[in-house]
């Protein structure tokens, strides 16, 4: 797969759900707090939880979840995975995520939290115009909040 390759983000398929499973506890166990298969079906199934899957020549390469907030204005950018870092997918696909929640679903600002320690990603979202606003903490490790107004 080359960088410039076509992206193509659908809506996770429930069956889906358990390679995107694998693909979490595979992918990076430092900066991703896995969910059990359970957790996924469970969340998957919630109406307010959008699930997306990101494919690269029929390959599942990646998946994000958003969270839309009951004030119809923020969505939480939960996670993304991408399961080949340093292709420059991860930085294609939180751009598609911000025009998502910006066309698909009407809202107008994003926020999400990465560990302090993960500084790619960190790079990432900087790059992609998300600012900090925030700390917070999870199980002892600092946790950095961003936002981005779309």
């Not at 430092?30 to 109406?47: G, L, M, R």
């Not at 598609?96 to 066309?103: A, G, H």
């Not at 302090?116 to 600092?142: D, I, M, P, W």
Request: hydrophobic share 40%; proline share 3%; aromatic share 12%.
């Amino acid at each position: 797969m080359l960088p410039d390759q076509e992206l193509v983000v659908r809506d996770t398929k429930r069956e889906e759900l358990e390679l995107i499973c694998d693909m979490e506890r595979g992918g990076a166990p430092d900066f991703v707090i896995p969910y059990s298969i359970e957790k996924h079906h469970s969340e998957f199934a919630k109406p307010n939880v959008v699930y997306k899957s990101v494919w690269c020549d029929a390959q599942l390469i990646g998946f994000f979840i958003l969270v839309l907030e009951q004030d119809a204005r923020n969505v939480e950018f939960r996670r993304i995975v991408v399961s080949k870092p340093g292709f420059g997918y991860g930085k294609r696909i939180v751009k598609m995520v911000d025009q998502i929640c910006r066309s698909e679903f009407g809202r107008l600002r994003v926020w999400l939290d990465v560990f302090e320690t993960n500084l790619r990603a960190r790079h990432v979202y900087e790059q992609c115009g998300y600012q900090r606003f925030g700390e917070s903490e999870h199980e002892g490790r600092r946790l950095l909040l961003y936002e981005k107004v779309l």
